[in-house]
C-alpha cells in the first residue's frame, strides 16, 4: 500500500512506523490478551504507558522539574478558557499577542473571564508577520499569551520575547516538539495533539509548578490545573488511546535523534518548498513575510484565483491531498509536520515546478 501525499493542516500526518506497531498491538497488548483502549486505566500496563509519555516528553523537551506534564482532553481551544480561569486573577489583566485566528480566538474566551489587553497585532497586515516589534504590556499583567506557529498564516515566532517579567503563555498545538525550546522563558505551554504530537483527543499542558497556586477554589474541578496535577493526570479516565499514541510517536522522535536531528530535518522540508515559491519569478507567492515564515505550515498563492483552482484540481489528481489554504485565507497551504516524510515535500516541490512550466 502506497502513503497518501497527506499535507493536511490536523490532524495530520503520523510516522508509519507509529502506525504499524501501534496495529501490530491492536488486539493483544503486550500479551494482555486485550487492546490498549480496554486496559483499565488503573491497571499496571497503562500507568506504564501513561509514565512513559510523561518521561518522553521530559527527557525530549528538556523540562525541568520545576515543571508539571498534564494530559488533558477538551483540545487547545479548552487552554483558550482555562488559560484566564486558573491565571487570570481579580484586578488583573490577560495580555495577548494577536497573529492570527487562534490568538483571537484566545483572547475571546479571556474576555469572558476578566481584563484583557491586546500588547500587539499583526491583523491590520492580513497576519503576514510576526509583531515582535513593541510589544506593550500592561498594568496588572497576570501573563502574555502568543500563538508560536500561525497554523493558518504560515507564520512562526522565530524569537520568543524576552525579559518580560510576567509569565509566557504560549499556544503550541502545531509545533511543539518540532524545534529546540527553551521551557524556562515560559509559564505555560499547551498543544492539542493532532498537529506534531499524535493523534486527537489529547491535549499536552506543561506548566511551571509555581503557577498552580493562582488556580481558585471556585473553579469546576474539571477545569483546575491542581486537579490534573495533583492526580497525575488521573484523576478520571484519561483519553488512554491517544496517550498511548502519543507515547509511540515520542519513542520515534527519540529514535530518530531528538529534537535537535528533528528541527534540522524541519529546516530542510521548508526550505524546499520555500525555494520553490522564492525561485518561481512571482508564479507563487508566499503569505508570510519571509523572516516570519513557517516551517511547519507553507502557505502561497498563485497570481489569479483561476490558476489557485487549477493548481489544486491538478494537484488532487497527482495524489496531493489537503493543500487547500484554510476557508478564512484562501490560497494553498501545505503542512509539514514532523512526520511528513522528506520525499513527499520533494514531490511536491516538484509538482510546484512542473505545474508552472505547463502554465
Ligand atoms: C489546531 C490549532 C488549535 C485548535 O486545536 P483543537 O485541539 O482543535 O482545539 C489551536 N491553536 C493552534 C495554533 C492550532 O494549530
Redesign the pocket.
Known amino acids: 500500500m502506497n502513503r497518501a501525499l497527506n499535507f493536511n493542516a ?1 490532524p495530520a500526518v503520523l510516522p508509519e512506523t507509529v502506525l504499524r506497531e501501534a496495529e501490530k498491538n491492536w488486539l493483544n497488548f503486550n500479551h494482555t490478551g486485550m487492546a490498549v483502549m480496554e486496559l483499565s486505566h488503573r491497571n499496571k500496563e497503562y500507568e506504564t504507558i501513561h509514565e512513559q509519555a510523561k518521561l518522553l516528553l521530559r527527557e525530549l523537551l528538556s523540562i525541568p522539574d520545576s515543571y508539571e506534564v498534564l494530559f488533558l482532553q477538551g ?3 479548552l487552554q483558550f478558557s482555562m488559560v484566564p480561569m486558573n491565571l487570570l486573577t481579580e484586578g488583573k489583566t490577560g495580555n495577548y499577542i494577536l497573529t492570527g485566528v ?1 490568538a483571537e480566538k484566545a483572547l475571546k474566551e479571556a474576555e469572558k473571564v476578566g481584563n484583557t489587553f491586546i500588547s500587539a497585532s499583526s491583523k491590520h497586515q492580513q497576519y503576514q508577520s510576526i509583531p515582535t516589534e513593541n510589544i506593550e504590556v500592561s498594568e496588572d499583567a497576570a501573563y502574555l499569551h502568543l ?1 508560536s ?3 493558518i498564516y504560515g507564520t512562526q515566532w522565530q524569537q520568543f520575547p524576552g525579559n518580560i517579567g510576567i509569565p509566557l503563555i504560549a ?1 503550541m ?2 509545533d511543539l516538539l518540532s524545534r529546540k525550546l527553551t521551557i524556562e522563558n515560559f509559564g505555560i505551554i499547551y498543544a ?1 495533539a ?2 506534531n504530537l499524535g493523534p ?1 483527543g489529547v ?1 499536552v499542558v506543561i506548566i511551571q509548578k509555581e503557577l498552580l497556586s493562582r488556580s481558585g477554589n471556585h473553579l469546576p474541578t474539571m477545569l483546575n490545573y491542581n486537579t490534573y496535577a495533583d492526580h497525575n493526570s488521573l484523576y478520571n479516565t484519561p483519553p488512554t488511546l491517544a496517550i498511548y499514541l502519543l507515547k509511540l510517536v515520542l519513542e520515534w522522535a527519540k529514535e530518530l535523534g531528538g529534537i535537535s536531528v528533528i528541527e534540522k530535518r524541519n529546516i530542510e522540508k521548508a526550505k524546499i518548498l520555500y525555494d520553490a515559491i522564492d525561485c518561481s519569478e512571482g508564479f507563487y507567492l508566499g503569505h508570510s513575510e519571509k523572516e516570519s515564515r513557517s516551517k511547519m505550515n507553507v502557505t502561497f498563492n498563485l497570481t489569479d484565483d483561476e490558476t489557485a483552482k487549477s493548481f489544486l484540481h491538478q494537484a488532487k489528481e497527482e495524489g496531493f491531498i489537503g493543500l487547500n489554504g484554510h476557508r478564512s485565507v484562501g490560497g494553498c497551504r501545505a503542512s509539514i509536520y514532523n512526520a511528513m516524510p522528506v520525499e513527499h515535500v520533494i514531490q511536491l516541490a516538484e509538482f510546484m515546478k512542473k505545474f508552472r512550466k505547463y502554465n
Open positions: 490536523g483540545g487547545a481551544s487562534w500563538t506557529n500561525n497554523t499556544d498545538s502545531s492539542g493532532q498537529k486527537s491535549t
